[in-house]
């Protein structure tokens, strides 16, 4: 905005300016006054998407919730959530109730009830949850940070994932798997990663070095083990703890980049198997191994899921799917479809089917006879990426990919799609936090644009009031 200008050009250029502002914020605005969700209290953000085949049981959501520095978001709660089949929620049970902030890892019991991890600032809390009473029958408090996942042994004792166990006195990482005896209050088995890992990997020692976000027993004296930052899902033999299998290494993405939840399945004629939420490359994919080496056999979801955490095979074949940054939960079909989908905010980080056990206890897809890569279809669509509809960043990753520009895009779009979602108001769609986004840096060059053209005014003013200082 030159000063040069005549004054009615500088005033268009203003008007023009202003109703660009108007225009981005307008989506914003509009669906900050919209009706918002009326449910019943503590039912908002969840609801049932397609269902178009009701599953044999409840399936419970363990939904992780938002907070910074301890303060949980009063519209991001972390919650527990019990879904009929026909997509009704069944019951609700707030973070608050086991002084969570953030909650992961759900698991049927066998005696029907369920184990919990919830964290806060000051560690851990497990607790076995009676379904239908709400209550607790017992809860531990570990003095362990951000825990995502704990699995009770058949002799009642803990495996636990412990991730971000920083040695400060020493400055190295303690990341390790333990069992915990409740009982006695024991630690009577650990597994350090520093002592089987280069200490440089994933460029070495930091305070969350391993982010070890899962562990299961897959097998009498062995654990599949998921080190996310290490970009691998391993098996340590108990008594020897040596690593007995190893899919993935450190950096290699086309593998896996980032997963959660591995689930270990065998097929048919002995084949080792792994399903696993491929997070950072946004897809759900089976890896089986022949002949000594890992081959990929089945790819689903790519670009369509966003930040997935949790596939669970299910006893009919299909994927019982949380996909988190999508907040929903779906079964898909081995080719794709989903028959069963549920919609639940804020960031649902592992879901279960309730009568089927816990984790995966279905059949592989090699033997249902079905391999090669599937896209999802028959969402409801009721969030922006979800269905037919596009998000910010899957729209500007398509419209520039092929040209000069589609690398810098898509990493742009990559990290918009990883970081907005977190500072996204849950009731604004992604086009419309894009549009205020563009508002605001707008309205800020604007700012810029009137300063520059304003700079003689502006130093005359300095100088004068600098002049009267000088006087007085």
Same mark, same amino acid.
């Given at each position: ?13 203003? &008007? ?23 449910? %019943?209290?503590?039912? &908002? ?11 044999? /049981? ?34 609700? $049970? ?33 607790? !076995? ?8 029958? =017992? ?18 004792? #803990?495996? +636990? ?26 630690? &009577? ?7 089987? $890992?280069?200490?440089?990997?994933? /460029?070495?020692?930091? !305070? ?42 450190? /950096?290699?993405?086309? *593998? ?18 792994? #399903? ?23 790819? #689903?979801? %790519? ?10 095979? #299910?006893? @009919? ?11 929903? &939960? *779906? ?6 479809? +989903?028959?069963?989908? $549920? ?5 649902? $980080? !592992? ?50 990919? /092929? ?18 979602? =977190? ?34 005014? *502006? ?7 600098? @002049? ?5």
């Amino acid at each position: 905005m030159s000063s040069s200008l005549p004054v009615s050009r500088r005033t268009a250029a203003r &008007v023009l300016v202003a109703v660009v502002v108007l225009g981005l914020f307008a989506p914003a605005a509009t669906q900050a006054i919209a009706p918002g969700d009326t449910g %019943t209290p503590g039912t &908002v953000g969840l609801e049932a998407g397609t269902i178009a085949s009701e599953p044999n /049981g409840s399936t419970v959501v363990a939904i992780q919730g938002f907070h910074f520095q301890g303060q949980g978001a009063e519209k991001k709660p972390a919650r527990l959530v019990s879904v009929a089949p026909n997509g009704s929620t069944e019951w609700v $049970y707030d973070g608050d109730n086991q002084n969570a902030r953030w909650f992961y890892d759900v698991d049927p019991l066998p005696n029907g009830n369920l184990l919990v991890v919830g964290t806060n600032p000051g560690g851990t809390t497990v607790a !076995e949850l009676d379904p239908e009473t709400r209550e607790p029958v =017992w809860t531990e408090r570990l003095d362990m940070h951000d825990t995502h996942d704990v699995d009770m042994l058949p002799n009642g004792n #803990l495996v +636990i994932a412990n991730m971000r166990n920083w040695n400060e006195e020493e400055q190295i990482s303690d990341d390790r798997v333990v069992v915990y005896n409740r009982t006695t209050d024991q630690i &009577v088995w650990e597994w350090v990663f520093r002592n089987h $890992y280069p200490n440089d990997t994933d /460029g070495g020692f930091n !305070e969350d070095w391993t982010h070890v976000n899962d562990v299961d027993r897959i097998a009498e004296g062995q654990y599949l083990v998921s080190p996310r930052n290490f970009d691998q899902a391993i098996v340590i033999n108990r008594s020897t703890k040596e690593i007995d299998y190893r899919l993935g290494r450190d /950096g290699a993405h086309d *593998i896996m980049d980032e997963q959660h939840n591995p689930d270990w399945l065998v097929s048919e004629d002995g084949n080792p198997t792994i #399903l696993v939420a491929d997070s950072e490359n946004d897809r759900v994919v089976e890896y089986e191994r022949r002949d000594g080496e890992w081959t990929k056999t089945w790819e #689903l979801g %790519t670009g369509q899921l966003a930040w997935p955490r949790d596939a669970d095979r #299910l006893p @009919n074949g299909n994927t019982l799917i949380t996909d988190s940054l999508n907040h929903r &939960v *779906i079964e898909v079909t081995p080719r794709g479809e +989903i028959v069963w989908e $549920y919609y639940a905010t804020w960031g649902p $980080y !592992e879901a279960e089917r309730v009568a089927t056990g816990d984790g995966s206890n279905g059949p592989t897809m090699a033997d249902q006879d079905v391999t090669g890569t599937y896209r999802i279809y028959g969402s409801a669509g009721l969030i922006e990426g979800t269905g037919d509809s596009m998000t910010f960043a899957t729209a500007v990753q398509n419209t520039f990919a /092929g040209t000069p520009v589609g690398g810098p895009a898509g990493e742009f779009a990559d990290t918009w799609a990883g970081v907005t979602p =977190w500072l996204r108001p849950v009731w604004m769609g992604s086009w419309a936090f894009a549009g205020a986004v563009g508002g605001l840096l707008v309205l800020l060059g604007w700012a810029v644009g009137e300063v520059v053209a304003s700079r003689a005014a *502006i130093k005359r003013g300095v100088q004068r009031a600098a @002049n009267e200082v000088r006087a007085r």
